[in-house]
T-cell receptor, first 111, second 112 residues
Framework: GENVEQHPSTLSVQEGDSAVIKCTYSDSASNYFPWYKQELGKRPQLIID?????GEKKDQRIAVTLNKTAKHFSLHITETQPEDSAVYFCAARQAGTALIFGKGTTLSVSS | DTEVTQTPKHLVMGMTNKKSLKCEQH?????MYWYKQKAKKPPELMFV???????INESVPSRFSPECPNSSLLNLHLHALQPEDSALYLC???????????FGQGTRLTVV
């Protein structure tokens, strides 16, 4: 089955800096890669996703890149703000199966 | 309605109790999921229903019993749980198994 590794487990940045979180996956059949943000005590919320036929996707300050050959994908947050502080989970899925999550990255943005 | 709604929000139950968690969505999604999340850990898949049929059962103990009465509802029946089953139980839904999944706010379960 699919295995997703996520790094780093914690990340501290200053407000305005960029943050990058990286994930690798094991199953070359996986074709869908979402990122979720989970604030303390709340549900995971989908913030961006990418499919395997696309190399990069951007939504305002958030971008995701995918390297299918190397089987890794990354989340990039620019101009970080304190409200970006949360746990971020990457996930991977192949068609017909459910999401498998990475272990999460706790992002702290200090002002 | 773009929400996945879970009830109750909090549940405390004894090890001999029987209780049920409920999940509802009115987005016309045909895939629904149960995940279990322990503190500081990622969501862990338990069950997947696709078109009201159990599609995936991730070797979950029989004290957890899922049910999908119709395309909008998903239940998780609990019986004879252990304290280590205390966790946040998250329901999610997606239009199909291949599309993006949206989570409910979860039920915080404590087994005493």
């Amino acid at each position: 089955g699919e295995n997703v590794e996520q790094h780093p487990s914690t990340l501290s940045v200053q407000e305005g800096d960029s943050a990058v979180i990286k994930c690798t996956y094991s199953d070359s059949a996986s074709n869908y890669f979402p990122w979720y943000k989970q604030e303390l005590g709340k549900r995971p919320q989908l913030i961006i996703d990418i499919r395997s036929n696309v190399g990069e996707k951007k939504d305002q300050r958030i971008a995701v890149t995918l390297n299918k050959t190397a089987k890794h994908f990354s989340l990039h947050i620019t101009e970080t703000q304190p409200e970006d502080s949360a746990v971020y989970f990457c996930a991977a899925r192949q068609a017909g199966t459910a999401l498998i999550f990475g272990k999460g990255t706790t992002l702290s943005v200090s002002s | 309605d773009t929400e996945v709604t879970q009830t109750p929000k909090h549940l405390v139950m004894g090890m001999t109790n029987k209780k049920s968690l409920k999940c509802e969505q009115h987005m016309g999604h045909r895939a629904m999921y149960w995940y279990k999340q322990k503190a500081k850990k990622p969501p862990e898949l338990m069950f997947v229903y696709s078109y009201e049929k159990l599609s995936i059962n991730e070797s979950v103990p029989s004290r957890f019993s899922p049910e999908c009465p119709n395309s909008s509802l998903l239940n998780l029946h609990l019986h004879a749980l252990q304290p280590e089953d205390s966790a946040l139980y998250l329901c999610a839904s997606s239009q199909e198994l291949i599309t993006e999944a949206f989570f409910g706010q979860g039920t915080r379960l404590t087994v005493v």
